[in-house]
């Protein structure tokens, strides 16, 4: 395997507060909110209005994905993205930084890291610690809202990161991928439902291990050290060194598992982006299982 130099995929809380104080954003550095939250809980648009950190711009997740499918929060086309994401004032060459709102420090971030990395977007970064971090170590924020001026941004799909339900399906029979699932025990197992969902029972793709995401943060919000990660890995038996396929409800907290694998020297994760709500929907019922009282997912 020919090594690569990996571009840093977490910056800390100190370093994007210099680069704020140093007046260092613009169109070499892009800040953004991906903040989502489910309907009735909290209002990610609003909570941007109210406090944000300097100078970043507000990436809607409901605006930046492929609106035409029956599916969640698919990618959208090249155009589609490169056209959003042009609007925020990036370009091929800017450094991009995502955050979130969410109280564990870290969730949909690392779905907008990933969207990057797909359309061959290299330099994009997590903010460590998230926002909640960003508050709680007292850096400052504003309700400015962000005016950045547009940029051209070229989007080349990178294929080998994706992965559809067709080749999911074949790799059932194939085994050329280890496929990890990313959700909760209870969802994974078929025991706990799925939240806010009509129509969808809970249970995982048949073959496919679970690494809850949660697992990969610590307490405070931070992601787990790169010996701690892989430790989790080696006692789910996963293999770093083989392909592997990350896969959840709707192909977001299945990106901490790519983060998580890139930490540790491995960018090739491949995103199942229909994941569980697909599969449900469209996989023979023999390859679904769940622990459901009525056995069947």
């Known amino acids: 395997m020919v090594h690569q130099v990996l571009y840093r995929a977490l910056v800390s809380t100190r370093w994007l507060a210099e680069s704020v104080r140093a007046g ?8 953004l909110d991906a903040s989502w939250y489910p309907p009735g809980t909290r209002d990610a648009r609003r909570e941007y209005r109210e406090r944000h950190v300097p100078g970043a711009s507000f990436f809607d997740m409901e605006e930046c994905r492929d609106r035409a499918s029956p599916y969640e929060m698919m990618l959208p086309s090249e155009a589609g993205f490169a056209d959003y994401v042009g609007r925020l004032g990036i370009g091929n060459d800017t450094h991009v930084v995502v955050y979130d709102g969410d109280d564990l420090g870290s969730f949909y971030a690392p779905r907008v890291w990933w969207m990057f990395r797909v359309f061959g977007h290299r330099t994009v970064s997590v903010l460590n610690g998230g926002f909640r971090n960003w508050l709680k170590e007292g850096h400052p924020v504003t309700s400015e809202p962000s005016r950045p001026e547009p940029a051209v941004f070229k989007a080349t ?4 990161l994706l992965k559809t339900y067709e080749q999911v399906l074949e790799n059932l029979e194939s085994k050329r991928f280890q496929l990890v699932d ?39 919000g931070f992601e787990k050290s790169p010996e701690m990660i892989r430790a989790m890995f080696e006692a789910k038996k996963v293999d770093l060194a083989k392909p592997l396929i990350a896969t959840c409800r709707k192909g977001v907290t299945a990106c901490h598992i790519a983060l998580a694998a890139y930490l540790l020297g491995k960018p090739d994760v491949a995103i199942y982006d229909g994941s569980w709500f697909e599969w449900f929907h469209r996989a023979p019922p023999e390859t679904r299982v769940s622990q459901s009282k009525d056995g069947k997912a």
């Open 182 to 220: 990313s959700r909760a025990q209870g969802r994974y197992l078929g025991t706990e439902p799925e939240p806010d969902a009509v129509g969808l029972e809970s249970g995982h793709i048949r073959g496919s291990l679970n690494m809850p995401f949660m697992d990969f943060l610590t307490e405070d």
């Open 24 to 31: 260092k954003l613009g169109p070499g550095l892009r800040v």
């Open 157 to 160: 799909l990178d294929r080998s």
